[in-house]
């Protein structure tokens, strides 16, 4: 490739992201529009929590339990190597609330409901049901993109906090039932660590933003996949491979920009 | 017309008259789907304009809702909402767009089924439907507002001869009694011919519109080519050799 | 769309099993704040109060009864730490307050030892006893001086 030619493939990409993040922003306001202004569709909103959140319970508490079982034991084993093990509450409370939770719940939560609604929508592009809906003056928007991504934030905070209750259970049940901590110490240090307005704010806030940004990539993605089977799988990949990747970018941002207190 | 930086059509001016079928023919790619999806407003020409009863759905100011209410669209997959049954996508745009309560949508749904010939399917989804029930319920969905106008994206494409013909008297139907004006587009040369008052042929860089049985016999060599079921093995051969 | 009360109702119970959890996580396993139950405040001042925080805990006997609230700099150039204790106790006048470390490097809490007084602490008011953070660096410093005088020379020594 000549450098003129890379130069300018750089500079074609490069407009490229402007112009998708300036779609996505205008698609962010056409969709908060379509949840406010009426019609309404309480209906769907019910059915896009239970798709979303009622059917992801199962992985987020599952893998909630299992993380928390392992910062238990690893924590446990290197805690009690400074005779610091009464910490063992604060070590994985303050890392599921500040940032086990949240992330690892919007990783989830991607790999299954965000990649089901991006494979919905664009099979629904495909197979010309959103053209139909518009030939019936049925906004797409207001009956499909709008339900789920406002579904997404909507439940993203609830499945972290049963993540991070999961996690803690987990962790319980290693160290105290286990490895034989006391109960009150674990307890104790977990409560006297956890800040709520730092900690489980910045929990909540994490947990909003990263529904918003699964939500709106997943719906995003679908909506504008090309309407072919290539298409819909494209439409899926990219949609967990974005995600996961601005949940992980926007989480450090977030963290440096909320300032947790040590 | 061009449509995404492609040019589809050039120069096309055709009228679609009322209460009658017109079939719009043409190869794959010719921009058939495109016409129909023209008419429909779900896209915009880079240059000319489209005219549906009186309004102009290229104009911006134009009120789709209100131009759409009156056309009925039956998409080439049926285009039914997965998630829902056969019911609750013939109710939808009753839902959406009627005061109906819920025993005048039910009774109107009903009352559509019927009529295309589908009595026990409401309770199921339209996956569960065979292609000529699920191409009929699409099309009892696409006429349940009573439109002015429906079109027809390939009616007849992937049907058994004998769901074919089933969807065939029931446009016919639809026209003579109802009045509907019904824009089909088909590349199925034997219905068209049955079916059409009016063919409308696209060609590369052209169209040709008339009554059926006169493009048939026209002595345009690429209308005749168009209508020339005749396997001629030597004359795309020689064509290619032409090309390369 | 398509009604389905099953469905309806299991939604229903995530939302409310979830929100139950955001409120259990937010209550519970949080520190409850003090300020939201109407503690009181006090004042004490130290010579130094290297290594304590905002926010650290305020103890007596081990028992948490409150945390510091803010730390900062009298008209003298002495800290002045505010407190806020949970009402429910009650602190006599002659009450001292100490600044101690949880373990050798732990943190720096406020150690609340209770004197003799029938009098009372009121909201606002200031303990007047208090003892000051130990600093362990000079004190290292200090010892290692001591020693100074055949080894080498102390770095922390220059205080």
Request: aromatic share 6%; charged share 20%.
């Amino acid at each position: 490739m000549t450098p003129v030619a890379l130069v300018r493939e750089l500079g074609f990409r490069a407009i490229r992201v402007v112009a998708e993040l300036g779609s996505m922003l205008l698609f962010t306001l056409s969709f908060l529009r379509a949840a406010v202004v009426p019609p309404l569709r309480p209906q769907r909103f019910v059915d896009e929590i239970y798709n979303l959140g009622v059917l992801s319970l199962v992985i987020v508490g599952v893998s909630g339990f299992a993380v928390g079982m392992v910062l238990g034991l690893q924590g446990y084993n290197t805690l009690v190597r400074f005779g610091a093990e009464g910490s063992l509450g604060a070590v994985v409370g303050l890392s599921l609330v500040r940032e086990l939770g949240p992330v690892l719940t919007a990783l989830l939560v991607t790999g299954r409901a965000g990649s089901a609604t991006a494979a919905e929508i664009s099979s629904m592009v495909t197979s010309e049901q959103l053209d139909g809906l518009r030939m019936m003056s049925v906004d797409p928007m207001d009956i499909v993109v709008a339900p789920k991504a406002i579904a997404m934030i909507f439940v993203m905070p609830i499945l972290t906090s049963l993540f991070v209750l999961a996690g803690l259970l987990g962790a319980y049940f290693i160290g105290v039932g286990l490895m034989g901590l006391d109960a009150g110490v674990f307890l104790s240090s977990l409560k006297s660590s956890i800040r709520f307005a730092d900690d489980i704010g910045g929990c909540y806030l994490k947990a909003l933003i990263f529904g918003f940004l699964a939500g709106l990539i997943a719906t995003f993605r679908g909506y504008h996949a090309t309407p072919t089977a290539a298409g819909v799988s494209a439409a899926t990949t990219s949609t967990v491979v974005v995600t996961s990747v601005a949940v992980l970018i926007g989480d450090y941002f977030l963290t440096a920009l909320w300032g947790f207190q040590i | 017309m061009a449509f995404d930086g492609r040019t589809v059509f050039d120069s096309l001016s055709c009228a679609f008259p009322r209460g009658r079928i017109t079939v719009v023919l043409g190869g794959s790619g010719s921009g058939k789907s495109t016409l129909l999806r023209l008419i429909g407003g779900l896209i915009q020409p880079e240059a000319g304009r489209v005219e549906v009863a009186g309004h102009d759905v290229t104009d911006p100011h134009t009120s789709l809702a209100e131009v759409r209410s009156r056309i009925g669209m039956l998409f080439q997959h049926g285009a039914l909402l997965d998630s829902l049954s056969v019911f609750d996508n013939l109710a939808l745009p009753l839902r959406e767009h009627t005061d109906l309560d819920r025993a005048a949508i039910a009774q109107a749904v009903r009352a559509q089924l019927d009529a295309v010939g589908l009595g026990n399917v409401e309770g199921l989804l339209p996956g569960q439907l065979s292609g000529g029930m699920l191409r009929r319920a699409a099309l009892a969905r696409a006429i349940i507002r009573s439109p002015e106008i429906l079109l027809c994206d390939e009616p007849f494409s992937g049907l058994d001869p004998a769901s074919l013909k089933r969807i065939e008297i029931l446009l016919t139907r639809i026209n003579r009694q109802r009045g509907i004006t019904l824009i089909v587009v088909s590349h199925h040369i034997a219905s068209t011919l049955r079916l059409a008052d009016q063919a409308l042929l696209l060609l590369p860089g052209r169209s040709v519109c008339g009554p059926p049985a006169a493009l048939r016999s026209s002595s345009d060599p690429e209308v005749a080519d168009f209508f020339d079921e005749e396997l001629d093995v030597e004359a795309l051969d020689r064509e290619e050799r032409a090309a390369t | 769309m398509s009604r389905s009360p099953l469905r309806d109702l299991i939604a229903g119970v995530f939302v409310v099993i979830g929100l139950a959890a955001v409120a259990f996580l937010a209550f519970r396993v949080g520190e409850t704040p003090f300020e939201h139950r109407g503690g009181f405040p006090l004042f004490a001042t130290f010579d130094e109060v290297a290594g304590l925080k905002d926010r650290a805990p305020v103890d007596i006997a081990g028992v948490r009864v409150g945390r510091v609230t803010s730390i900062g700099l009298d008209e003298n150039y002495r800290a002045r730490v505010a407190m806020d204790i949970d009402p429910k106790v009650e602190l006599p006048a002659d009450t001292s307050a100490s600044i101690v470390t949880s373990g050798l490097l732990g943190d720096r809490y406020i150690s609340l030892q209770l004197g003799g007084d029938t009098e009372i602490l009121k909201p606002g008011e200031e303990i007047g006893f208090t003892e000051s953070a130990v600093v362990l660096e000079r004190l290292l410093g200090k010892f290692a001086g001591n020693f100074g005088s055949t080894g080498e020379p102390s770095k922390t020594e220059g205080q």
